[in-house]
Each structure stands twice: as structure tokens, then as C-alpha cells.
């Protein structure tokens, strides 16, 4: 599958920004998919994931309650909504299939980053 992240943009903090990664292929709704984020200096880390169905969601304790993840299979596209956002959400976000894990070796397919900047 292949993947392809959308939705780059500056914004201030406090402020709202949706991602959408879209995947070709028609599997994409057999994979589990999940979001990760790496800002300068700093490793990849787990943001969020979704079950194939949607039906089971997971974040990070740092996103909980601000970010949201969706997705819809007929469009073969996942989400990422994000409110609130904080400086510290500076990165570049990427998507990927394969897991609902938070390792990201886990995952098999990946997707450009897009970068999201936040400023205060």
C-alpha cells in the first residue's frame, strides 16, 4: 500500500488542523493504521492508530483529548483532527500502516511527512 499524507499548514496555538493520508491499493481496509510525529533532534513518536474497522482508537498521553483519528474505507483515507494545538506539536507527521502498536518498527508502509507548525 501506499500512502500519502496531506494537509501541511501553520497555525497558532489553540488553533485546529486536519491531516488525511491516503492510501492506494484496494487493501487499505484490511490495515490497521496509525499516525507518528518527529520534530527536529528528536525520534519518531507515536501519535495515534486505528483498528482496520475503526472500531478501536489509541493515542498518546500527550494528544489524548485534543487529537482525534478517523477514517473512512470507502475513500480509502485516514485522519488526523487536531485541536488545541501547542507549540510542542511542532513536527512532521506521518503516516503508517500495518499496526495499532506505538513502535514504529512495527509498521510496514509509510507515508511522507507533512509538516505541521504551531506557534504561540
Known amino acids: 500500500v501506499q500512502l500519502q499524507a496531506s494537509g501541511r499548514g501553520l497555525v497558532q496555538a489553540g488553533g485546529s488542523l486536519r491531516l488525511s493520508c491516503a492510501a492506494s491499493?484496494?487493501?487499505?481496509?484490511?490495515?490497521?493504521m496509525g499516525w507518528f510525529r518527529q520534530a527536529p533532534g528528536e525520534e519518531r513518536e507515536f501519535v495515534a492508530a486505528?483498528?482496520?474497522?475503526?472500531?478501536?482508537?489509541y493515542y498518546a498521553d500527550s494528544v489524548k483529548g485534543r487529537f482525534s483519528i478517523s477514517r473512512d474505507n470507502a475513500k480509502n483515507t485516514v485522519y488526523l483532527q487536531m485541536n488545541g494545538l501547542k507549540p510542542e506539536d511542532t513536527a512532521l507527521y506521518y503516516c503508517?500502516?500495518?499496526?495499532?502498536?506505538?513502535?514504529?518498527?512495527?509498521?510496514?508502509?509509510w507515508g511522507q511527512g507533512t509538516l505541521v507548525t504551531v506557534s504561540s
Open positions: 503508517a500502516a500495518g499496526s495499532v502498536r506505538s513502535e514504529p518498527r512495527m509498521y510496514g508502509y
Open positions: 491499493g484496494r487493501t487499505f481496509s484490511t490495515y490497521d
Open positions: 486505528i483498528s482496520w474497522s475503526g472500531a478501536y482508537t
